[in-house]
T-cell receptor, first 113, second 115 residues
Framework: AQSVTQPDIHITVSEGASLELRCNYS??????LFWYVQSPGQGLQLLLK??????LVQGIKGFEAEFKRSQSSFNLRKPSVHWSDAAEYFCAVGATGNTPLVFGKGTRLSVIA | GAGVSQSPSNKVTEKGKDVELRCDPI?????LYWYRQSLGQGLEFLIY????????KSGLPSDRFSAERTGGSVSTLTIQRTQQEDSAVYLCASSPTTLNTGELFFGEGSRLTVL
């Protein structure tokens, strides 16, 4: 069965600092990987996704993520965080066939001045 | 509509009552999903509809939970005899294709509080 682990429940960074949110997955074949962001009181929005090809994927809002098969990881990064990035971030894994996305428990990002 | 619409946005009910939550997906999207988001628990899959196929109900936590999708569009999630542990945000998502080739488009959720 697929599973996703986001080891960090809550991260606080200073505005302008770099950010890395960790995501580890468990899946036997090549997974489909996603990062979603949930701002307070809003639904989830897709940041980026990986299906195949280049292991470094670019997303919206200046985010990127790198798929590392050897480490079963898909970490999210941003070189310079803005106060508006404060939100909850969810990593998710999908598989071939009609199986639903499996989400991690999320990482809450706080941004301080 | 432009996005996935869910109603009500907030529902407070008493233990033992039945509740219905509605989801109106993006027009033309064939796949529809319900997830539950509890504090500190992330998103828990509940049920998935794809076109006219039989729904995948494997995530429903008990027989008090059911869902239907009428005419391949609007979906209703019903919780019978609500319990306090049912308190959560119920999220609906839709997708224009089968799950593994496209993103999910989420509604803003229905927050359920069971007193």
């Amino acid at each position: 069965a697929q599973s996703v682990t986001q080891p960090d429940i809550h991260i606080t960074v200073s505005e302008g600092a770099s950010l890395e949110l960790r995501c580890n997955y468990s899946y036997g074949a090549t997974p489909y990987l996603f990062w979603y962001v949930q701002s307070p009181g809003q639904g989830l929005q897709l940041l980026l996704k990986y299906f195949s090809g280049d292991t470094l994927v670019q997303g919206i809002k200046g985010f990127e993520a790198e798929f590392k098969r050897s480490q079963s990881s898909f970490n999210l990064r941003k070189p310079s965080v803005h106060w508006s990035d404060a939100a909850e971030y969810f990593c998710a894994v999908g598989a071939t066939g009609n199986t639903p996305l499996v989400f991690g428990k999320g990482t809450r990002l706080s941004v301080i001045a | 509509g432009a996005g996935v619409s869910q109603s009500p946005s907030n529902k407070v009910t008493e233990k033992g009552k039945d509740v219905e939550l509605r989801c109106d997906p993006i027009s033309g999207h064939t796949a529809l999903y319900w997830y539950r988001q509890s504090l500190g628990q992330g998103l828990e899959f509940l049920i998935y509809f794809q076109g006219n196929s039989a729904p995948d109900k494997s995530g429903l936590p008990s027989d008090r939970f059911s869902a239907e999708r009428t005419g391949g569009s609007v979906s209703t999630l019903t919780i019978q005899r609500t319990q306090q542990e049912d308190s959560a945000v119920y999220l609906c998502a839709s997708s224009p294709t089968t799950l593994n080739t496209g993103e999910l488009f989420f509604g803003e959720g229905s927050r359920l509080t069971v007193l």
